[in-house]
C-alpha cells in the first residue's frame, strides 16, 4: 500500500514547481508539464519516489540507527519539529553549523558543555558563580540549546540525512556526500538532484507539501522502530523461556552421573563377592 496517493498531493500543491526559466534540466525526467510559465511536475512518480524512500527509511530505523532531518527554512521548521520529534529522530531547523558532520566530535563537545552546564545547576556549584558569570552561562546555555538542542542524543554520525530544499541546505548535502552518507530529499524544479540519492520531486516551498512528504516518511520510520521494539521483546521471551531449561538441565546430568557411578560400584561389589567365594570355600 502507497504511503500517500495521487490527490493527497494534489490538494497539498506538491506539483507546482518553479518558473519555466528558473528550472534545472537535470529535473526534467519528474516534470510533466509547462502550464503558464511554471512547471508542473508528475505527481505519478513523486509517489513512487516516497514509497522507495519510506521503504529504505524504514530498514534504517529497523536497524536501530538515525536519521538526521535537516529543515531550516521558515515554512518548514516548525512541521519537522514536531513530526520527527514525534518519531524520535534528531533534526536541524535553526542554522546548519559548519561542520556538524564532517566535524562532529567538536560538535560532541558542544554538547557536553551544554550537559555539563546542566549538572552545575543540579548539584548548586552554578549558585557559586557572580551574577554577571551566571548572566553569562545562562546566554551560552540558551544559544546551544537553540542549535544543537534537537541533536543532544546523537551520540554518534547519522545514517543518512532527510533535507527539505536541496539549495538551502546544499552543506549538508556536501558533508553528507563527503562521507558517505546517503541523501534523502525533497527536490523541486529548480534544484540538481545529482548528489541525492533518493529524490523526491516535490514543491519545497509550501507548507502542506511539506507536511504530507515528511510525514509519510516519519510514518515509515515510526513502523520500522516498532519492529525492532517487538523484535528486542520476543528474542527477550525466549531467552527467558530457554533459561529455566538450562537450569534444570544441570542437576539431571548429575543425577544421571551418580547413578551411573552407583550402578558400577555395585558391579564391583559383585564382581569381588564372586572372586572371594571360591577362595572361601577352598579355605574351608
Given at each position: 500500500?502507497?504511503?500517500?496517493?495521487?490527490?493527497?498531493?494534489?490538494?497539498?500543491?506538491?506539483?507546482?514547481?518553479?518558473?519555466?526559466?528558473?528550472?534545472?534540466?537535470?529535473?526534467?525526467?519528474?516534470?510533466?508539464?509547462?502550464?503558464?510559465?511554471?512547471?508542473?511536475?508528475?505527481?505519478?512518480?513523486?509517489?513512487?519516489?516516497?514509497?522507495?524512500?519510506?521503504?529504505?527509511?524504514?530498514?534504517?530505523?529497523?536497524?536501530?540507527?538515525?536519521?538526521?532531518f535537516?529543515?531550516?527554512?521558515?515554512?518548514?521548521?516548525?512541521?519537522?519539529?514536531?513530526?520527527?520529534?514525534?518519531?524520535?529522530?534528531?533534526?536541524?531547523?535553526?542554522?546548519?553549523?559548519?561542520?556538524?558532520?564532517?566535524?562532529?566530535?567538536?560538535?560532541?563537545?558542544?554538547?557536553?558543555?551544554?550537559?555539563?552546564?546542566?549538572?552545575?545547576?543540579?548539584d548548586?556549584t552554578?549558585?557559586?558563580?557572580?551574577?554577571?558569570?551566571?548572566?553569562?552561562?545562562?546566554?551560552?546555555?540558551?544559544?546551544?540549546e537553540?542549535?544543537?538542542?534537537?541533536?543532544?542524543?546523537?551520540?554518534?554520525?547519522?545514517?543518512?540525512?532527510?533535507?527539505?530544499?536541496?539549495?538551502?541546505?546544499?552543506?549538508?548535502?556536501?558533508?553528507?556526500?563527503?562521507?558517505?552518507?546517503?541523501?534523502?530529499?525533497?527536490?523541486?524544479t529548480?534544484?540538481?538532484?545529482?548528489?541525492i540519492?533518493?529524490?523526491?520531486?516535490?514543491?519545497?516551498?509550501?507548507?502542506?507539501?511539506?507536511?504530507?512528504?515528511?510525514?509519510?516518511?516519519?510514518?515509515?520510520?515510526?513502523?520500522?522502530?516498532?519492529?525492532?521494539?517487538?523484535?528486542?521483546?520476543?528474542?527477550?521471551?525466549?531467552?527467558?523461556?530457554?533459561?529455566?531449561?538450562?537450569?534444570?538441565?544441570?542437576?539431571?546430568?548429575?543425577?544421571?552421573?551418580?547413578?551411573?557411578?552407583?550402578?558400577?560400584?555395585?558391579?564391583?561389589?559383585?564382581?569381588?563377592?564372586?572372586?572371594?567365594?571360591?577362595?572361601?570355600?577352598?579355605?574351608?
Amino acid at each position: 500500500m502507497s504511503r500517500t496517493d495521487f490527490n493527497t498531493l494534489l490538494e497539498a500543491g506538491a506539483h507546482f514547481g518553479h518558473l519555466k526559466r528558473k528550472w534545472n534540466p537535470k529535473m526534467a525526467p519528474y516534470i510533466f508539464m509547462e502550464k503558464n510559465g511554471i512547471h508542473i511536475i508528475d505527481l505519478h512518480k513523486t509517489v513512487l519516489k516516497i514509497d522507495e524512500a519510506a521503504a529504505a527509511l524504514k530498514q534504517i530505523a529497523k536497524s536501530g540507527r538515525r536519521v538526521l532531518f535537516v529543515a531550516t527554512k521558515k515554512q518548514a521548521k516548525e512541521i519537522v519539529a514536531e513530526k520527527v520529534a514525534a518519531v524520535g529522530m534528531p533534526y536541524v531547523t535553526e542554522r546548519w553549523a559548519g561542520g556538524m558532520l564532517t566535524n562532529f566530535p567538536t560538535i560532541r563537545k558542544a554538547v557536553k558543555k551544554m550537559t555539563t552546564i546542566d549538572k552545575m545547576t543540579a548539584d548548586g556549584t552554578f549558585d557559586n558563580f557572580s551574577k554577571r558569570e551566571k548572566l553569562q552561562i545562562a546566554r551560552q546555555r540558551a544559544k546551544l540549546e537553540k542549535n544543537l538542542g534537537s541533536i543532544a542524543d546523537l551520540t554518534r554520525l547519522p545514517a543518512a540525512l532527510f533535507v527539505v530544499d536541496v539549495q538551502k541546505e546544499a552543506n549538508a548535502v556536501k558533508e553528507a556526500k563527503r562521507l558517505s552518507i546517503p541523501v534523502f530529499a525533497m527536490v523541486d524544479t529548480c534544484c540538481d538532484p545529482t548528489d541525492i540519492d533518493y529524490v523526491i520531486p516535490a514543491n519545497d516551498d509550501a507548507a502542506k507539501s511539506i507536511a504530507v512528504v515528511v510525514e509519510a516518511v516519519c510514518a515509515a520510520i515510526a513502523e520500522g522502530s516498532e519492529e525492532r521494539k517487538l523484535e528486542k521483546e520476543k528474542e527477550a521471551q525466549e531467552a527467558e523461556a530457554e533459561a529455566p531449561v538450562k537450569k534444570e538441565g544441570k542437576p539431571r546430568i548429575k543425577k544421571a552421573v551418580k547413578a551411573g557411578f552407583d550402578a558400577e560400584e555395585e558391579t564391583l561389589k559383585e564382581v569381588v563377592a564372586a572372586v572371594e567365594a571360591p577362595a572361601a570355600e577352598v579355605a574351608e
